[in-house]
């Protein structure tokens, strides 16, 4: 029997595909987290007291055992038990192998971030929260979720005065709104040359339902994870609500080095239209003399 509710059906996709999300993400992630995810993480925390992190949907881990090697102490975080399961089993395997210092130690904890008892069972844990966190990070997760508001509200509980959220989507205009990728072909009348010509198609922006993500596995037992869009004024409305501010804010793509010519429909061809957007948010004035 199939999940009730658009919440727990989203996460039970998670805890289906979790294998095969580790087996296609591995120790070092794919091209995309590689590529453009990760150097602008790294440019998002640049200048961050390297204390405590909290990493949000950490997936296999990626994102926390990164975090660790920058001389960070980490707590991460997944609704799907069978995430942290891949995670542990690949932090045990980066201390086996040296790839990280036993030192670097990282808790991991279920945590589901659309639920507020979740939430409050893990801020009042105080041996975990201590008095916040000088950065957290949702990579790739947020279209995963279907609702932002307890996330948002909690921030301002853990960030500590000078900490700062980070978080990497799949982008709003191009990607989750179901933009269709065009490709048309036309003769230069003056040098007889063809050009290719790569545009998107954008018919919904606003009002766009959730949607099932491509699967990236040949898993077909399970339905694939959800996709949540969000137009830009709806993604950062929760958090401005909240007091939060944005003060930083990329889009990544990839370049011509990543054409596919064989695959003429691969976003990767589209040079044009960012794949990633990344933001930073900070407690605002009225937050910044509150402590965690």
Not at 179 to 186: C, G, L, S
């Amino acid at each position: 029997m199939e999940p009730t509710g658009m919440g727990t059906q989203a996460l039970a996709a998670w805890q289906n595909h979790a294998r095969s999300w580790d087996e296609l993400m591995g120790n070092d992630g794919n091209s995309y987290f590689l590529v453009l995810e990760l150097p602008v993480l790294k440019r998002m925390i640049s200048g961050q007291k390297r204390s405590r992190a909290l990493d949000l949907a950490t997936g296999n881990g990626l994102v926390a055992r990164w975090l660790a090697q920058e001389g960070f102490s980490v707590v991460a975080t997944d609704g799907a038990t069978a995430m942290l399961d891949h995670a542990q089993a690949r932090t045990a395997l980066a201390h086996e192998k040296g790839w990280l210092d036993k030192e670097r130690h990282i808790s991991y904890e279920r945590l589901d971030v659309t639920d507020k008892d979740h939430w409050a069972q893990f801020i009042s844990r105080g041996n975990l929260v201590n008095d916040g966190f000088d950065v957290i990070v949702m990579n790739m997760g947020i279209m995963d979720v279907h609702d932002l508001e307890p996330l948002a509200v909690s921030l301002t509980q853990l960030l500590r005065p000078d900490g700062c959220f980070v978080a990497t989507v799949l982008h709003p205009l191009f990607f989750t709104s179901g933009a269709k990728r065009q490709t048309t072909v036309h003769e230069d009348p003056e040098t007889g040359q063809r050009i290719v010509d790569r545009s998107i198609v954008l018919s919904q922006y606003q009002n766009v339902a959730p949607a099932r993500q491509l699967l990236f596995s040949d898993d077909s037992e399970h339905k694939p994870p959800f996709s949540f869009h969000r137009s830009f004024q709806d993604l950062f409305a929760p958090f401005f609500r909240e007091g939060l501010v944005l003060d930083a804010l990329e889009e990544t793509n990839f370049d011509d080095t990543f054409h596919e010519p064989s695959r003429a429909w691969s976003a990767n061809n589209f040079t044009e239209f960012p794949k990633i957007l990344a933001f930073r948010l900070r407690r605002g004035a009225a937050h910044k003399s509150e402590s965690p």
